[in-house]
């Protein structure tokens, strides 16, 4: 089948998920995924294993968006207001899950080490849209809430780095044991901030340029233009085009005096590529890999969810926060999407051999924490009763 017909049934397919979706108040991404499990190597076989390689310019378009999306959450005033019990809190969830989902793999399911150590990595990052979603939704305002919306802006950075100091581990375990202790500290670090800089100096750049564009239509090839040209240099050095795309946004938003226009410019043309981004995604989960690693997957999303929530506890109970962050922002932190999609299709180029396992506990999960993510954030927020807390502060400074 040629392949813009193919094209053209993606994106058919995923605006009908996600109407259906949004019909039983489920989150957009939800139905992308479903829609292209039904066209993909699962069911229809519209869109098989063979056709990926074809799609995978759209995968990274995608991943550069959304990574660049991510650093406009970067803004230093904001950074240095909310200080170190964040980042704490921060570092706390994201490594107690990839603790306990490495512990529940390696020991309860005796997988690889190799395997243990990516797939725990990518248990670190939470979707932040389904969460903002139903914060915006509900009008909540008060300490969680305060929380939450700085964790969920820095856990991904700190999700990305954790994933790429794994995939280092990993390599060198399955290359050689030659590799002496500090080549296998320096080999991730290299990566992380060569990434960084990498991002920052094309930040630069990207900021003059964006400065004196003369129309939006320039300036949305410009920013375009740059990110292809990061994600291209990432590649071509053995750089992390994630966290050189992050450092990028990271660094516009805070040189720039009126980033919002780029931002709002890139939100407006990347839906179609979400869309299709999602809805392969969901193509290419094969549900016959999903009966030998079903227990996996079970375990992965038990162990995930409790390693978040233990670790928010304690962290939050670290830094003497707010007796409402103490006890439910764990249950805020679940969704889990984008990123992690991103990140499963590095090891399918990265890692070949334990692709097909990790891809699909990945989407499974995704699956499952996109209908229950939300759910449980609204749940949290009650009980936090942080629910129309917009309306409390606007009436009391009336």
Known sequence: ????????????AGVIGGRVAKHFK????TGYLVAGLFI?????????????PSFSIVNEVALAAIAFSIGSEFLLKDMLKVGKSILIITLAEAIGAVILVFLVTY??????????????????????????????????????????????????????MLFGLAMSL?????????HSFLQMISAPIIEIFGSLLLGFLLGV??????????????????????????????NLLKLSPLLTCMMLGATLVNLMHNSNRVFTLITDFTPPIYLMFFTLAGADLNLSVLA????????????????????????????????????????????????SIGLSIIVRQELPQFAAAITTVILFSVLVYEISGPILAKIAIEKAGEVNGLKKVAGQAC
């Open 205 to 234: 750049v990207l900021t003059f340029l964006a400065n004196k564009s003369k129309s939006k239509e320039e300036l949305l090839s410009i920013i375009l233009a740059v990110i292809a040209v990061s994600t291209g240099l990432a």
């Open 40 to 52: 993909g190597v699962s069911f229809l076989g519209i869109i098989t294993e063979q056709d990926m």
């Open 292 to 339: 030998q690693v079903g227990a996996l997957g079970v375990g992965y999303i038990i162990a995930r969810a409790i390693g978040k929530m233990l670790g928010a506890f304690l962290g939050a109970k670290s830094v003497n926060a707010d007796d409402a962050v103490v006890k439910y922002l764990g249950l805020s932190l679940l969704p889990q999407g984008g990123v």
């Open 170 to 178: 990993a390599k060198i375990s399955i290359g050689s044991t030659s």
């Open 26 to 29: 489920l989150p957009n991404v």
């Open 107 to 160: 020991y309860v399911f005796n997988q690889s080490f190799p395997f243990s150590i990516v797939i725990a990595s990518m248990s670190a990052a939470t979707a932040p849209a389904a969460t903002m979603m139903v914060i915006k939704q509900y009008k909540a305002h008060g300490p969680l809430t305060r929380t939450i919306l700085p964790v969920v802006a820095i856990d991904d950075a700190v999700g990305i």
């Open 1 to 12: 089948m040629d392949l813009l017909l193919k094209i053209g049934i993606l994106l058919f």
